[in-house]
């Protein structure tokens, strides 16, 4: 997502809303390499766990001509799918820059590729979370519409200074979000479907809670940056989310402003559950216990 809330000048090469040419030319063998480890991977997992949006974003785009995708060759599609393009960056952008792009349906993605040691986890939004991860869902018009009312929404909440609620919202459900199917739980959450350990954990494991999505119970529950999920919110379907959302929030956000978080592994008495985790997974330590 973004950093932090103040105007920064954009880096030296970068434009005045921060975007970069996304350079495909000069993208090495071994970077063309590493996408196409991390799409194999991914595209023989996701179907049975990513929904149905999802896996047909994916094909709609062809994000898998070998190698890293190109930008111009994506953009004509999903323009004419949904009206959304994908522009990249040099990697995290300020929030109102972020929130900028996202109101006029540009997706800013870290235009650089991990590194060989990171195939299964880094903390920063490279070009395989970012066109992997983000933009399949972006060719599903309920779901594009929804990212462009957040990008009003986050302008908004930064001006009413409720930024840190609205930022949950994004991370329980953009991020890592999953969604209820005839045909059982599945993932959502760009978070979730660009990261092979988390796609198995997010459904597989019992360890975290799967709870039903409330508007104001998400923004009110603090998320991790640094391991896999402790609870994981559920939406019913893509319509309610993007329904859940087209309220007025003022009135929410200055309820929130007294509002106790609610703790991260916390269930609450109105909490529909799917699944009541047994946090092993965390109690034990997480990643820091399970790392090579
Ligand atoms: N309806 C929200 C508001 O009034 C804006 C919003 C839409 C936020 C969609 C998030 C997602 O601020
Ligand atoms: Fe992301």
Redesign the pocket.
């Known amino acids: 997502m973004s950093a932090d809330g103040f105007t920064a000048a954009p880096p030296p090469g970068a434009r005045e809303d921060w975007t970069i040419d996304q350079g495909w030319a000069d993208y090495t063998p071994e970077e063309h390499a590493t996408w196409d480890i991390l799409y194999e991977r991914q595209a023989a997992l996701l179907p049975g766990y990513a929904c149905d949006e999802f896996l047909h974003g994916l094909d709609a785009l062809n994000l898998h001509r070998g190698g890293i995708p190109n930008f111009d060759e994506i953009n004509p599609e999903l323009k004419r799918l949904t009206g959304w393009t994908v522009v990249a960056v040099p990697g995290l952008v300020p929030d109102e820059v972020f929130f900028d792009h996202l109101a006029n349906r540009r997706f800013p993605a870290g235009q650089f590729i991990r590194k060989r040691d990171q195939l299964d986890y880094l903390q920063e939004p490279d070009i395989f979370h970012d066109v992997f991860g983000h933009v399949p869902m972006l060719t599903d018009p309920v779901f594009a519409d ?1 990212m462009e ?2 990008g ?2 986050g302008q ?2 930064q001006g009413l200074g409720r930024l840190q609620n ?1 930022a949950r ?1 994004y991370w329980y459900t953009v991020e890592f979000g999953l969604l209820e199917t005839p045909k059982g739980l599945r993932i959502y959450g760009a978070g979730i479907v660009s990261s092979r350990t988390e796609s198995i954990f997010a459904l597989d494991d019992p360890s975290p809670n799967r709870l039903g999505f409330d508007l104001v119970r998400t923004m009110r529950t603090p998320y991790r940056i640094d391991d896999f999920q402790q609870v994981y919110f559920v939406i019913p379907s893509l319509q309610a989310l993007l329904d859940a ?6 009135p929410i956000y200055a309820a929130l402003e007294t509002a106790s978080d609610v703790p991260i592994d916390a269930i609450l008495a109105e909490d529909r559950v799917f699944t009541a985790g047994t946090q092993a997974y965390a109690a034990g330590g997480g990643r820091l216990a399970t790392a090579d």
């Open positions: 929804y009312a957040y009003k929404g908004r909440a609205l919202l959302t087209l309220q007025d929030f003022a």
